[in-house]
């Protein structure tokens, strides 16, 4: 169901990204269902207030771990919706530090 009030706040946080700014740590239900393959994956998203994103993901597999990273913008479409354009341009990975 659509509910009016929930969508009008999700248009309103998507349309500016002032509110953004921080380190957030997801949870994406298709990395869940990947447990039982051993595979883990932690993604966190670091947004800045000029609204540049940096996705850190660690990845464990067995004794295998790396933290995969991309950089870029995230911007609000500004159309009315909940859309944003998502655009990374810098990929690197670094090994696991304890």
């Known amino acids: ?3 009016p009030t929930a969508r009008a706040a999700a248009v309103a946080a998507a349309s500016s990204t002032d509110d953004w700014a921080g380190l957030w740590v997801a949870r994406i239900e298709h990395f ?3 447990r ?3 595979l883990r994956v932690r993604p966190h998203y670091e947004f800045t207030p000029r609204g540049e994103i ?3 993901v660690h990845v464990a597999l067995g004794p295998l771990r790396a933290w995969v990273s991309a950089s870029g913008a995230m911007r609000p479409t ?3 919706s909940t859309d944003v354009v998502l655009h990374f341009d810098d990929f690197w990975v670094a090994g696991d530090v304890p």
């Open 36 to 38: 039982s393959t051993g």
């Open 54 to 56: 940096i996705s850190h």
């Open 1 to 3: 169901k659509d509910d």
């Open 78 to 80: 500004n159309d009315g």
């Open 32 to 34: 869940e269902k990947l």
